[in-house]
T-cell receptor, first 113, second 116 residues
Framework: AQSVTQLGSHVSVSEGALVLLRCNYS??????LFWYVQYPNQGLQLLLK??????LVKGINGFEAEFKKSETSFHLTKPSAHMSDAAEYFC???????????FGKGTTLSVSS | DAGVTQSPTHLIKTRGQQVTLRCSPK?????VSWYQQALGQGPQFIFQ???????QRGNFPDRFSGHQFPNYSSELNVNALWLGDSALYLC???????????????FGEGSRLTVL
């Protein structure tokens, strides 16, 4: 069965610092991988997705993620954090396009000035 | 272009009652999925509807049922509510056949259900 593990339920960084949010997945076949962001009292917004076209994926708001098959990881990074990046981030996986997404438990990102 | 819209945004029910939540998909989308997000947790897949039929179902009891209408909008019904059903219910739409082959989901802002 596929699953997603997000290491660290809470990450705190200073404004301008590197953001690194970790995601590991388990899957028997190459998966589709996604990162979503959720601001308070809102739905989920797609940051980026991996669909086997390229291992380094660039998303919105300066975020990017690298698919590493050998490590079964899809960590999310941003070179310089901004106050507006404070939110809940979810990693998700699906085995087939258009099928159910399996989400991790989420990581809360706090950004201090 | 209207995104995914859900109603109501908030509602309060008591144990044993029934609730209906509604969702209108993003324009051009034909597939609707429902997710339950408990406080402090990631969303959990309930089911997906396509062509007015349940296409895929997660690990939820039969108290959870749904429907998709010819205009692609959808309803989620939950019977015999209990405290554990309190959550944010998210609707997501996608285009299964002619759209993004990755099946990217577009989410609504959710309906927050509180069961007392």
């Amino acid at each position: 069965a596929q699953s997603v593990t997000q290491l660290g339920s809470h990450v705190s960084v200073s404004e301008g610092a590197l953001v690194l949010l970790r995601c590991n997945y388990s899957s028997s076949v190459p998966p589709y991988l996604f990162w979503y962001v959720q601001y308070p009292n809102q739905g989920l917004q797609l940051l980026l997705k991996y669909t086997s076209a390229a291992t380094l994926v660039k998303g919105i708001n300066g975020f990017e993620a690298e698919f590493k098959k050998s490590e079964t990881s899809f960590h999310l990074t941003k070179p310089s954090a901004h106050m507006s990046d404070a939110a809940e981030y979810f990693c998700a996986v699906s085995l087939q396009a258009g099928t159910a997404l399996i989400f991790g438990k989420g990581t809360t990102l706090s950004v201090s000035s | 272009d209207a995104g995914v819209t859900q109603s109501p945004t908030h509602l309060i029910k008591t144990r044993g009652q029934q609730v209906t939540l509604r969702c209108s998909p993003k324009s051009g989308h034909d597939t609707v999925s429902w997710y339950q997000q408990a406080l402090g947790q990631g969303p959990q897949f309930i089911f997906q509807y396509y062509e007015e039929e349940e296409r895929q179902r997660g690990n939820f009891p039969d108290r959870f049922s749904g429907h998709q209408f010819p205009n692609y909008s959808s309803e989620l019904n939950v019977n015999a509510l209990w405290l554990g059903d309190s959550a944010l219910y998210l609707c997501a739409s996608s285009n299964l056949i002619t759209g993004d082959p990755t099946g990217e989901l577009f989410f609504g802002e959710g309906s927050r259900l509180t069961v007392l």
